[in-house]
């Protein structure tokens, strides 16, 4: 692999688990921006708003910049807003500041999917459908199957995609990893190439193999939700234990 030109960082599981940060991550994080690496900290996160990721992220001592943090939610706000779309969305209450503008629509014409934790009830989930069977789009933050926080496995909001997708006939776009788009809108930011960036992550669906079908290379790290025998469905990519030794790697 040539010596990429900029970094992108999956969140929760290569820098943090919940709101406590990886032993070295930190650390690794500043090995980085000290050798002028651009940095991208990309995340499918939506049970969090951008304003107060940062505000984590700075809690536990990482010293990065707001537009350092590029989200699942704000890639989907920005191509609703550019589209003028009127979604209904089933979201997470955390992030209803970002979508205000949309949560009070009385005639929806898309659908928008993140991870609403309790609000994956039977009355959302209808009224989605209901929308689906329309015509409406289905288009989702991401359609990771689980996460993980402090060592134990929850479900993420790709089932919750899925039954919609199965009981409506429509398909999701996914703005989210592992969608080419998602990385492409990450490197315009950055002002690079796929081919001059490496994607650092946990996930070998949405991290890794996202990546490379992107063009990037890719690096997993055994922290977060990787299992063992993950870095076998993913080949040319590098593997390391954790961050600390994935920027060790880079030289």
């Known amino acids: 692999m040539n010596a990429p030109q900029a970094v992108l960082l999956d969140i929760s599981g290569v820098l943090c688990d919940g709101d406590q940060p990886i032993p070295g991550a930190v650390g690794a994080v500043r090995r980085l921006q000290d050798r002028g690496y651009p940095l ?14 940062h505000r984590q992220l700075r809690g536990m001592g990482f010293d ?4 350092q943090i590029f989200t699942a939610p704000r890639a989907v706000s920005r191509y ?6 009127r979604p209904f969305c089933l979201i997470h ?9 949309w949560l009070h629509q009385s005639a929806p ?44 496995l929850h479900l993420d909001a790709g089932p919750f995609v899925r039954a919609l997708e199965y009981a409506s006939g429509a398909t999701a776009l996914v703005l989210g990893k592992p969608s ?18 490496l994607m650092v992550g946990d ?26 025998g993950d870095e076998a469905l993913a ?13 060790a790697w880079l030289g």
């Open 40 to 53: 991208r900290l990309v995340t499918n996160t939506s049970r969090l708003g951008h304003v107060a990721l």
């Open 64 to 67: 990065v910049e707001p537009e």
């Open 80 to 85: 609703i807003e550019a589209r003028s779309l």
């Open 93 to 101: 209450p955390a992030l209803e500041e970002e979508f205000a503008p």
């Open 109 to 152: 014409d898309a659908v928008v999917v993140g991870d609403a934790e309790m609000r994956f009830d039977y009355e959302h989930l209808d009224r989605a459908f209901r929308l689906l069977v329309e015509g409406a789009p289905l288009i989702c933050m991401g359609d990771n199957r689980y996460f993980r926080i402090r060592g134990v």
């Open 180 to 197: 080419r788009n998602f990385f492409a809108s990450a490197l315009d930011d950055l002002g690079v190439s796929a081919g001059q960036a």
């Open 203 to 228: 996930d070998v669906q949405a991290d890794v193999l996202g990546a490379q079908a992107a063009g990037l290379s890719a690096c997993l790290v055994r922290t977060g939700k990787y299992r063992t």
């Open 235 to 247: 080949p040319g990519a590098h593997l390391a234990a954790d961050l600390a030794e994935a920027v």
